[in-house]
């Protein structure tokens, strides 16, 4: 029997073996925070300091009363010396506030450790998500909080810890897998509770065998967590192809993973929840991976929320003539156009790459030879859905269901005429919603 | 940071497979080398001649358009070269030598560039020539040579097979080397599987539209193709003679002219299969595989709107 997977997909670049063997290594805090209020897909929280304030490391500098929504916490002691827009490296430009640290790191005093799992209950644990700041950290930043709660009639089955890390160079997964495995398999314990579920999967690629062996070798005769090792493409680690793969159930059209009893969270935001319930200090930190060929150093370090790209990749060092930087994955990630964003809670990675390393070449016309309709992995027929989207054809786009586009960007890695297809997928997709709503 | 104040930014993804169009129309031509390589074995230097003047006809062609129109010169993608060979392939060894000159400027001017050029013509350039030739010169297209000889004659296995011709019908091992006569390019199987087999592996064609088209040959041949009654005739034969396995791995497959879909172009093989069958046997041609492909490629577009995959998380209605 082959490994489990889904249908579709494609072998990208991996160069994993760049920074896989690198141990998580904290890089000392920068002189400056910019910290965007807003790091949660949902409602934006409203600053609860004002500037010339002194604030203490975990503590919540924004907060709102929205349900769909996470606090923001200070990532470095010191004044807070500027409220105003700064650009995120989602791209936009973003109410922010701008901390300068004492250089003390003084955690503020009445930050404590959670009673034992056993001690809480699935509402305590939950409200001690939000408490925490906790937002997926895959990229995605939804509340975490939200994500465990069923909506009404719906229910929990099985967690999922998504360990595929299937995007290239990206190795801050694997090793939150190695070296906090106590975390990860705590975690999900706690996400087992407050989803009330009795089983869990923990899907790892199987490009990271050590990581695989030793989850196993820890969780020993645990009941309940499973391993899980998953073929090697991308896109594993999207969670409806996940869910396809671990189990063979597809998440409906338009629908949420808990429409198939799934909970889905990366293992980063998994370990995270569990370093916070240990200590109580909130997320003010990440493990993010520096990696591409223009980092001297690359590595996975463990760096403070706010802390801008530019600061961690003078700490790692530049060569060679520097040409993209990308937040995130090189196929889902963003392009930054400065190094002046800072590391938000979704920063995955910090990619520098080379000017030999980024790819040039004029589309040409498609000559229809279907790659794209091969690897999309929602099996939409990129090539018509970027022709209506070009000729405007949006009834058309809908009916071939552009909305169900997961943006993984097989279509365009994969195009042999080097065609935009997931961008002008993207821009299609804007279109169709805006016409919906125009119609409403 | 001064280092970093000249980036670029672009959507992702920000990584490109290297895959490319020139490469594939390149391993199209380099797949078609042993059958090039057997023509001019079994037909003499007059096939190579063909083949050469019927490339060059089709590039000079294409360059002359593109520079015209304004457009950016790309005889280099191969995708002309593709057109010319297997335009040249299709010709017999007899042929008046300005005919593949004729036929490649129709391919290309008419057939490919007029309509938009590559990726825009809704026929397969090569076979639409082929069409037209056939029907301009039906004598110089149809006076086939038998290798190793130096005289005309009008029999292929296919006519002797269907009445149309008197001969002895050559053995399956001529057949499968391509011992036989036809037109230069389609006489070896051998060859052809060979170069069928390499760009499958190199994941150029799709195994379904040969498959669904030599399978479809097999079954109805079978069926239908002996004079004692169904069941009695000789499918290996129909596999083997004729322009069967030049058209099912190299035009057929033709990406501009077949389905984007998987049940597609399963579905254009079966159908090209089926009409290519259809002449063979009750046809006033003994051979159909041009016309079948040609009627597919027309059908291409809906075969494509009838059927759109299911998309993940829905049901089939």
């Given at each position: 029997m082959g490994r489990l997977t889904f249908q579709g997909g494609v072998h990208p670049i991996y160069r994993k073996e760049i920074t896989n063997d690198r141990p998580i290594t904290p890089i000392p805090a920068p002189a400056q925070v910019i910290i965007p209020l807003q790091q949660n897909i949902g409602a934006p929280p409203e600053p609860l300091?004002?500037?010339?304030?002194?604030?203490?490391?975990?503590?919540?500098?924004?907060?709102?009363?929205?349900?769909?929504?996470?606090?923001?916490?200070?990532?470095?002691?010191?004044?807070?010396?500027?409220?105003?827009?700064?650009?995120?490296?989602?791209?936009?430009?973003?109410?922010?506030?701008?901390?300068?640290?004492?250089?003390?790191?003084?955690?503020?005093?009445?930050?404590?450790?959670?009673?034992?799992?056993?001690?809480?209950?699935?509402?305590?644990?939950?409200?001690?998500?939000?408490?925490?700041?906790?937002?997926?950290?895959?990229?995605?930043m939804f509340p975490s909080h939200v994500k465990v709660t069923a909506p009404q009639g719906k229910k929990f089955e099985l967690v999922i810890i998504n360990g595929s890390e299937c995007e290239g160079f990206l190795t801050c997964d694997h090793r939150i897998m190695l070296e906090w495995t106590d975390d990860v398999i705590y975690g999900t314990r706690a996400l087992m509770k407050v989803t009330g579920v009795e089983k869990a999967y923990i899907g790892v690629e199987a490009n990271k065998q050590d990581a695989i062996d030793i989850l196993r070798e820890k969780l020993g005769a645990e009941e309940g967590i499973e391993v899980k090792p998953l073929e090697v493409k991308y896109p594993q680690g999207a969670e409806k192809q996940l869910i396809k793969a671990l189990t063979g159930r597809e998440v409906p059209s338009g629908g949420l993973p808990v429409d198939v009893g799934c909970l889905v969270q990366n293992v980063g935001t998994t370990a995270t929840f569990a370093r916070y319930l240990k200590t109580g200090m909130p997320l003010v930190d990440r493990v993010v991976t520096v990696s591409g060929s223009s980092v001297k150093n690359p590595g996975n370090y463990l760096v403070k929320i706010g802390t801008s790209f530019g600061y961690i990749l003078d700490y790692c060092g530049i060569i060679g003539e520097p040409k993209k930087l990308i937040s995130g994955g090189p196929m889902m990630g963003v392009a930054q156009i400065t190094p002046e964003v800072p590391v938000v809670k979704g920063t995955s990675g910090i990619l520098l790459f080379d000017k030999k390393d980024v790819p040039v070449g004029e589309a040409r016309p498609c000559v229809r030879c279907g790659k794209c309709v091969d690897v999309c992995p929602v099996y939409l027929l990129p090539v018509y859905l970027m022709d209506y989207t070009l000729k405007g054809m949006l009834h058309r786009a809908e009916e071939y269901h552009i909305l169900d586009c997961i943006e993984c960007g097989c279509c365009s890695y994969t195009c042999p005429s080097r065609r935009p297809l997931v961008q002008t997928i993207r821009m299609g997709k804007a279109d169709v919603l805006a016409r919906r709503k125009k119609r409403q | 940071m001064e280092k970093l104040d000249n980036l670029v930014v672009s959507s992702s993804p920000h990584l490109r497979s290297g895959a490319d169009v020139e490469k594939m129309m390149w391993h199209v031509n380099l797949a078609l080398l042993p059958a090039i390589l057997l023509s001019v074995y079994f037909f003499g230097f007059r096939a190579l001649a063909i083949i050469i003047l019927s490339i060059a006809a089709a590039v000079v062609t294409e360059g002359i358009i593109q520079k015209a129109t304004g457009k950016e010169v790309l005889i280099a993608d191969g995708s002309a070269v593709v057109t010319g060979l297997l335009l040249g392939l299709n010709m017999p060894v007899h042929v008046p030598l300005w005919l593949p000159v004729i036929g490649s400027v129709f391919a290309i001017a008419v057939v490919k560039q007029a309509f938009g050029g590559l990726g825009s013509n809704f026929m397969n350039p090569a076979l639409a020539a082929r069409a037209a030739m056939l029907a301009a010169w039906p004598v110089h297209m149809t006076s086939y040579a038998v290798p190793f000889v130096d005289g005309i004659t009008h029999a292929t296995p296919l006519s002797i097979l269907s009445g149309a011709a008197h001969g002895e019908l050559p053995s399956y091992l001529d057949l499968f080397i391509g011992n036989v006569g036809g037109v230069i390019g389609e006489t070896s199987a051998l060859a052809l599987l060979a170069g069928g087999v390499y760009l499958f592996v190199k994941g150029v064609i799709d195994w379904r539209t040969p498959t669904g088209f030599l399978g479809t040959v097999f079954i109805l041949t079978w069926i239908f193709g002996g004079n004692a009654g169904l069941f009695t005739g000789d499918p290996l034969y129909h596999l083997l003679a004729g322009g069967l396995m030049l058209g099912a791995f190299y035009m057929a497959t033709d990406y501009v002219t077949s389905p984007v879909t998987k049940k597609g172009r399963l579905l254009m093989g079966i159908g090209a299969g089926a009409i290519t069958v259809m002449i063979r046997l009750w046809g006033g041609y003994p051979e159909g595989v041009t016309y079948g492909i040609l009627l597919m490629n027309i059908a291409t577009p809906l075969l494509d709107r009838y059927t759109v995959p299911r998309i993940y998380g829905t049901v089939r209605k």
């Open positions: 300091v004002a500037v010339g304030d002194l604030v203490k490391v975990g503590q919540k500098i924004a907060d709102t009363e929205a349900f769909v929504s996470a606090p923001v916490h200070a990532s470095v002691s010191g004044k807070v010396v500027a409220i105003e827009n700064r650009l995120s490296p989602i791209g936009k430009e973003v109410p922010a506030v701008v901390i300068e640290s004492d250089g003390q790191a003084i955690p503020l005093e009445d930050l404590q450790p959670y009673p034992a799992l056993e001690e809480m209950s699935p509402d305590d644990l939950r409200r001690a998500m939000r408490e925490g700041g906790l937002v997926g950290m895959g990229g995605a | -």
